[in-house]
C-alpha cells in the first residue's frame, strides 16, 4: 500500500495567516491526489482534486500544488470557517490512502 | 442535487453484523461507483472498498476481505454495507461517498453524513 504522510499533524494559525500543509506520497503517484476538510462532527467535503484543481464551490484562498511524491495544500489567507481537519487521499494505486490529517486550530 | 442519505445510528455487541445504507438521489444511481469509508473515533479516515451500482462487482480492501458485503438495490437507487464479526475497534463512523467520476472508478467526492456503529458488551 502507498502510506501517505501529512505533516504537521496539528498547527495552530491566526485569522489572515498563511497556512501549507504537505503531504508525501511513499512512491510517485502523478497528480492522483485530492485534498478533503472535515469539520467536528461533519462528513469530509472534498476541496482540491488532480493536485491543483480546485473542487466548484471552493474559495479561491485554497490551493493546491505538487505531483509524483510531494504535495502542499495552501490557504492564503486563514478564515473562521476554515479551522478543521484536512486530509489528503491518493487513488493512483489500490487500495486508496489517506494522510493522517492536520488539524488546524485558532491561535 | 447530488445527496446521500445513510441510516441512522447502530449499537451491536462483538459477533453480530450490521448492515448500512445508503440512499442516493440527484443522480443516475447506476452511472457512479460508491465507495464505503470509516472513521473511528478521534482517528483518521480508512477506505473499505467500493461497488459499481451497475454490475453489482465490489472491491474491498484486504483488511475486510472476509468480513465486508457490500450490495445494492437498484429499484430504490440504495448502496449497502455490512459488517460482519464485529470487535470493538469496529466502533466507527461509516460514510458512504460517490465517485466523483461517472463510469469508472476514480476517487471520492460527495459524501454521506455518516453513520455512528457503536460495537460494545
Known amino acids: 500500500d502507498i502510506q501517505m504522510t501529512q505533516s504537521p499533524s496539528s498547527l495552530s494559525a491566526s485569522v489572515g495567516d498563511r497556512v501549507t500543509i504537505t503531504c508525501r506520497a511513499s512512491?510517485?503517484?502523478?497528480?492522483?491526489l485530492g485534498w478533503y476538510q472535515q469539520k467536528p462532527g461533519k462528513a469530509p467535503k472534498r476541496l482540491i482534486y488532480?493536485?491543483?484543481s480546485l473542487q466548484s464551490g471552493v474559495p479561491s484562498r485554497f490551493s493546491g500544488s505538487g505531483s509524483g511524491t510531494e504535495f502542499t495544500l495552501t490557504i492564503s489567507s486563514l478564515q473562521p470557517e476554515d479551522f478543521a481537519t484536512y486530509y489528503c487521499?491518493?487513488?493512483?494505486?489500490?487500495?486508496?490512502?489517506f494522510g493522517g490529517g492536520t488539524k488546524v486550530e485558532i491561535k | 442535487q447530488v445527496q446521500l442519505v445513510q441510516s441512522g445510528a447502530e449499537v451491536k455487541k462483538p459477533g453480530a453484523s450490521v448492515k448500512v445504507s445508503c440512499k442516493a438521489s440527484?443522480?443516475?444511481?447506476?452511472?457512479?461507483?460508491m465507495h464505503w469509508v470509516r472513521q473511528a473515533p478521534g482517528q483518521g479516515l480508512e477506505w473499505m472498498g467500493w461497488?459499481?451500482?451497475?454490475?453489482?462487482?465490489?472491491n474491498y480492501a484486504q483488511k475486510f476481505q472476509g468480513r465486508v458485503t457490500m450490495t445494492r438495490d437498484t429499484s430504490i437507487s440504495t448502496a449497502y454495507m455490512e459488517l460482519s464479526r464485529l470487535r470493538s475497534d469496529d466502533t466507527a463512523v461509516y460514510y458512504c461517498?460517490?465517485?466523483?467520476?461517472?463510469?469508472?472508478?476514480?476517487?471520492?467526492?460527495?459524501w454521506g453524513q455518516g453513520t455512528l456503529v457503536t460495537v460494545s458488551s
Open positions: 440527484g443522480y443516475t444511481f447506476t452511472g457512479y461507483y
Open positions: 461497488i459499481n451500482p451497475n454490475s453489482g462487482g465490489t
Open positions: 487521499l491518493q487513488h493512483n494505486s489500490y487500495p486508496p490512502t
Open positions: 488532480a493536485a491543483s
Open positions: 461517498a460517490r465517485d466523483e467520476v461517472g463510469g469508472t472508478v476514480t476517487t471520492v467526492g460527495v
Open positions: 512512491q510517485g503517484i502523478r497528480n492522483d
